[in-house]
């Protein structure tokens, strides 16, 4: 069962709200969230403030867009002689 997504600067607030001095558990309770996903979310934005996550969200999408130039299905197999130099 998929659960609500929450955006990044979501999960930075609830994060911020442990350095508060609350428990996770009780944290976890309040945003119905497993401990597990707020580890998860401690490891990866733990030390981030809300500009950092944006830069890392943009970061991201631009890595998801960007791709490497590909030759043809017909050569990747069987290159021919001239593009023997290619690099993959």
Same mark, same amino acid.
Request: aromatic content about 10%; overall charge positive.
């Given at each position: 069962? =998929? ?6 600067? &979501? ?5 911020r709200q442990a350095d508060g001095g609350e428990t996770a558990q009780s944290i976890?309770? &309040?945003? *119905? ?15 981030? &403030?809300?500009?950092?996550? =944006?830069?890392? =969200?943009?970061?991201?999408?631009? *890595? ?7 030759l043809p299905i017909r050569d990747r197999h069987h290159p021919s002689p001239d593009?023997? *130099?290619?690099?993959?």
């Open positions: 069962m =998929k659960g609500k997504t929450h955006s990044t600067e &979501e999960i930075i607030r609830i994060l976890c309770r &309040e945003h *119905n969230i497993s401990e597990q996903t707020f580890y998860r979310w401690k490891k990866k934005y733990g030390d981030m &403030e809300l500009a950092d996550a =944006k830069r890392l =969200k943009a970061l991201e999408k631009e *890595n998801a867009t960007t791709s490497t130039p590909r593009r023997t *130099n290619y690099r993959w």
